[in-house]
């Protein structure tokens, strides 16, 4: 029996249930168009876990899915359009959207995409280009 600590989550209607065991590899906030345009916001608060991580519990066949482009698959529920991970097979980590697991408590290490930024957040985290070096990315931060 594991001591891993389990977070259950659920898209907007409930349809959709799934849990996260242990800890996430990363929480931050992305500032890419795709992220942007996809929450419908001006940033995107994320949490990537490893994907034997992740169950979808409830609601599989609900979830429909959407490959803008080979980074990124994004999944959302059927029935009520509540977005619900997305699933990047490049980095090898699912990307669960930070407010759909209340019981985590979000602690954000960094900004990734920040070049992409439309909304600068000054909170003294680090601030990349694009993404850490070994998520792939070329490691270079920016200014706040």
């Known amino acids: 029996m594991s001591d891993a600590k389990t977070y259950h989550g659920a898209c907007f209607c409930g349809a959709v249930q799934l849990r996260v065991t242990g800890e996430p590899a990363a929480m931050g906030y992305c500032h890419c168009e795709d992220c942007r345009h996809w929450s419908a916001g001006p940033v995107n608060a994320f949490t990537l876990w490893k994907p034997e991580a992740v169950e979808v519990v409830q609601g599989a066949d609900t979830l429909a899915s959407y490959h803008r482009t080979p980074a990124s698959l994004r999944q959302w529920c059927r029935s009520c359009g509540g977005h619900v991970l997305t699933d990047h097979p490049g980095m090898g980590l699912v990307d669960v959207y930070a407010a759909i697991l209340p019981d985590l408590t ?33 490691g270079e931060t920016l200014d706040e």
Request: hydrophobic share 40%; no cysteine.
């Open 106 to 138: 979000f602690e954000p290490a960094l900004h990734v995409h920040y070049q992409e930024s439309v909304l600068r957040i000054v909170d003294g985290l680090p601030k990349m280009r694009d993404v850490p070096a070994e998520m792939g990315g070329t």
